[in-house]
């Protein structure tokens, strides 16, 4: 386990040296060749065991990590499209429907304007219906990017929590 930076700090202010810790094999290595001391082999094998599934556990956090950052910001990407678009075709609903009230008075008077309104008309809907298919793809990914952020604070839980246990020697 690694040393909490809080004690690390008193031991540097209280007594005023430096502070240095071995990891537990170095620990046991050097007590094996300068003290003289039996160490049983299979004690350091488990620590290394456990020293490698560790990192192991963090190299798949951190990758876990980068895997949910990358979808979010190609999702976020993808919300600033969709956005704009429905931006862009809100716009052209607004002036389309300018355009038919503008033109709604001569509708009565000719053939070919009523003609022209009922065009409009039919590409107010088509407008509308792409607009609503926009939205519902920018309310999933905004969907998305809340579970994200939800499964991201536990895994952020956990790799503190980690690091509070076995110390910042992993990092």
């Known amino acids: 386990m690694g040393p909490r930076q809080e004690l690390i700090e008193e031991i540097k202010k ?41 990192l192991e556990e963090l190299k798949r956090i951190k990758s876990h990590e980068n895997r ?17 678009k429905i931006n862009a075709v809100n716009s052209k609903i607004f002036m389309l429907r ?35 298919e926009l939205i519902s793809r920018l309310d999933s990914l905004k969907k998305l990017i809340s579970e994200n952020e939800n499964v991201s604070n536990i895994d952020r839980f956990r790799r503190n929590k980690y690091f509070n246990e076995f110390g910042d020697e992993k990092r």
């Open 14 to 54: 209280e007594a005023n040296v430096d502070f240095h810790m071995y990891s537990s094999e170095r620990f046991l290595s050097y007590g094996q060749s300068l003290l003289k001391e039996k160490i049983n082999q299979q004690a350091l094998e488990e620590i290394q065991t456990m020293k490698k599934a560790e």
């Open 68 to 84: 949910r950052f990358d979808i979010e910001i190609k999702a976020k990407d993808e919300m600033n499209y969709l956005s704009n």
């Open 98 to 132: 300018q355009e038919s009230e503008k033109i709604f008075k001569d509708s009565m008077r000719s053939d070919e304007t009523s003609e022209y309104l009922h065009s409009i008309g039919i590409h107010d809907a088509e407008l509308q219906e792409e607009r609503a």
